[in-house]
Structures are given as C-alpha cells and as structure tokens.
C-alpha cells in the first residue's frame, strides 16, 4: 500500500515537470520580426451641396406692388432686410417719394447675398400722366449704396410716343369691345368721357354699334414694358345709325374734343360722377324707399360700385358743403356757374384737404363711395339742381363750351379732315383683312 502510494506521488511530479518545461519552451521561443510602414497624411476635397455666399454677389429683381405693401414687405418679399436702407427712405426727403406704392406697378431692386440694398428704382406716376403736351412729366427716384451710404435722385422719364388705330364691334357693352380689340382701358374710359355728353353708355348702345379710335401711346425709351394707352386723338362711333365723332384740337393753350362738324364735345358737365359704376336706382317722382319702406320722391340717380371708388366733380365750381348731414351721410355740394349746383352723397371719405371755399374743376376727385348715412349699400347717390330744382342728370341737357371763333374755325375744319381720312382706312384695313 505504502509503494503504490509513493509511486503515485513520483508519477505526478513528472507530469508536473514536464508540464512546466512545455511552457518554459513557449514562453521563449523567439517573435518574428514585422516592419510597420511610417505614417502617411492623405487629404481629399469633400464636396459640399451648395457654395458659400459670396458677400459681393448680387441680384437684380423686378417685383410688382402689391395692394397694401408697405417698403419693408415689399422688400421682405424679394429677400432684402436693409434696416439702413428703410431709415434713409424715411428721412431722405427726395426717397421718401419712394414711400408713396402703388398697387400693379413695378420697382427694381438689386441685392446683395447678405440682403442689403444696392439700388432700387421706382417710377412716380403713369406713363400716361407725363404723356400730354400740358401734362407733368413721370419721374423715376433712383436710391444707391455708395460704399456705407446712399444716395437718392430723380430724373425725368424719356418717353416714346406712337399712334395706334383699332376698329371694333361693340356686341354688348363699350368695355367689353374695347377689352376684346386690347384697347387700354384708360383710353376707354376716355372715350365714354368724350361722347358721354350725346351717348348714355348704359342705356343707348346696341349691338352691331361700330367703334374706330386712333389713341396715342407711350413707353419708357428702352424700357421692356408694354406702351401704355394715352390719350384719344380720335374717335367715331356709329349708334343705332347715328354718327358720333371728336378728334383733339389745340386750342387757348390747351386741347378741347370737337366733332367734325366744329361743335364742341366739352360740356360744362359730366354725365357720370364714377368711372366704373351701373345705375341701381334711377330720378323717379315715386320710388319705393328700400329704409322706410314707403313711396317718395327720388330726386336723383344712384351709383352702385365698391367701397372707395374714386368720385370725381362733374363740372368746375366751388365747394359749398363738406361734412355730415342726416340722411345724406357724409356728402359734398359743389355750386357751379349759372345757377347750376350737384350733390355726393353717402361717401366713405373725403378727398383730403377739400374744404368749404374750394376750387373744384371738372374730374377732379372729391370723395370716395360708401354706405353712410341712409344706405343699404355701397353706392353714390348724385343729384344736379338747377336754380334750386332737381333734375334728372341722366337726360337734362348739359351746356356746350364757348364756341370758336372764325380763325379757330377755318383752323379745325382743316385738322378735322385729315382726322376723317385718317378714320376711313380703317375700314379699308378691316376689309382686307376679310378677304
């Protein structure tokens, strides 16, 4: 027992020998050697999706205004946030024009990546304000940046003048006929001003009625806007038969609207106190009251349009009332010449500065429509009394101007000629352009 047990204890020990020498034989045995290869920098360009702004970069916009843009929503709009720019415009007195926004017109402004302005172009009045012999030239007010400030000027627009000839059929209203032939619509307006004395554009026109106009147009020299329309040299109508026709003439130092014949289209009145605007009530003796819903008297027409149509003067003369009264609302009353006197009445406001003692002359604005006083709606309600008497403005008939004398009038029967001939080859455009 005593041998088995010492031979277990040799035999384990030489294991455990053996075991130790393995390891001894590992932990010595030499590495082979591995040269590592030196660090390298490598750069490569990463591209990113869009360039860095360069702060010198700039950009020439066109916008158009809008109604109710004030300057920092017209530049927001474009991308431009200028704090400098806007504080010059409003203390500069020659930019502060520039305040003055009307809606459908263009400005142009050039910015830089960083939104600053560089300069900005905007024109005062239509190109039809500066079109007449006697009229005011448009302005444009130029604002550059020089360097940290800027700088404002104003110049005069050079304009280019031509003539335009059109002939159209009206089918159902003058409007409608003049939109479709592309005849501006401020020439149209003229011509219903110009016949409205002989012609009630809402009551009188028939279809098949012919129109011709020769109408002068102007534009910016080198300006890519279209002419805009101006004024009418010439025109004719022919309704239900009859012939109507006015041409200019020079006159006085001015420009006055003659039939071919020599008689004078200028009344001392206009028919219509609105451009735009139907008749929604008519002058009756017995109207049923749309208030007080009983029959009275309507001793005047009233004019449906919106809220703040221009209301113009139907005639020179002073003012003899601006204010409130009763059922009238706010309303203006004008005393003419010749016993003559008009009223507007139910307007939203008055033209500013208008007073009692003022000068009035024919067209010149006087309030704007409303719905004050005894009022359903927005509408003008316009009277004209003679003497005192209220008449109906739609059918009285309205004073000519001062008649010519026998130069003027050997003068004008010689332009008038040539505007007839001018006329006639309409018809013969129109024919060949048939055939």
Do not use: C
Request: no cysteine.
């Amino acid at each position: 027992m005593h041998r088995n047990a010492r031979f277990r204890q040799v035999a384990l020990a030489t294991a455990l020998v053996s075991a130790l020498g393995a390891v001894t034989a590992f932990g010595v045995a030499p590495l082979t050697q591995v040269e590592i290869p030196p660090a390298e920098r490598i750069t490569e360009p990463v591209l990113l999706g869009l360039p860095l702004p360069d702060p010198v970069d700039r950009f020439m916009q066109t916008e158009t205004i809008r109604r109710g843009d004030t300057m920092a929503v017209l530049l927001g709009r474009i991308g431009a946030n200028d704090g400098e720019f806007l504080r010059f415009v409003v203390r500069d007195p020659v930019a502060r024009k520039a305040l003055q926004l009307r809606a459908g017109r263009d400005v142009q402004v050039e910015i830089d990546s960083l939104g600053r302005v560089v300069q900005f172009s905007y024109r005062l009045g239509g190109l039809e304000e500066g079109s007449g012999d006697d009229s005011v030239p448009s302005k444009r007010i130029e604002i550059r940046r020089d360097d940290e400030r800027f700088v404002a000027s104003q110049e005069d627009i050079p304009l280019e003048r031509s003539v335009e000839m059109r002939s159209v059929e009206i089918r159902s209203s003058l409007f409608a006929a003049t939109d479709a032939a592309n005849i501006p619509e401020n020439v149209a307006i003229k011509i219903a001003e110009i016949f409205g004395g002989d012609i009630d554009f809402q009551r009188d026109l028939r279809k098949g009625d012919q129109l011709r106009v020769l109408y002068e147009t102007v534009r910016e020299a080198d300006g890519l806007d279209a002419p805009a329309g101006s004024r009418v040299v010439a025109a004719e109508i022919v309704n239900d038969g009859k012939r109507h026709s006015a041409f200019l003439f020079e006159r006085d130092g001015g420009s006055e609207y003659f039939s071919f014949d020599g008689r004078s289209l200028k009344k001392a009145f206009l028919r219509n106190p609105l451009e735009f605007s139907r008749i929604t009530s008519g002058f009756s003796l017995s109207r049923l009251h749309p208030i007080s819903n009983d029959w009275r008297a309507h001793r005047g027409v009233d004019f449906g349009a919106p809220t703040g149509t221009r209301v113009r003067a139907t005639a020179d003369g002073t003012v003899e009332f601006v204010g409130q009264q009763r059922g009238y609302g706010n309303v203006v009353m004008i005393d003419h010449r010749g016993g003559y006197s008009t009223v507007y009445a139910h307007l939203n406001g008055f033209q500013p500065g208008l007073r009692r003692g003022s000068t009035i002359r024919q067209g010149d604005n006087v309030g704007f429509v409303g719905s004050t006083g005894w009022a359903t709606g927005p509408h003008l309600h316009y009277e004209l009394k003679i003497r005192g008497n209220q008449v109906d403005p739609m059918r009285v008939a309205l004073p000519d101007s001062k008649a010519l004398d026998g130069a003027e009038e050997q003068r004008l029967r010689q332009a008038a000629s040539v505007v007839a001939r001018q006329l006639a080859e309409l018809d013969t455009v129109r024919l060949a352009s048939f055939e």
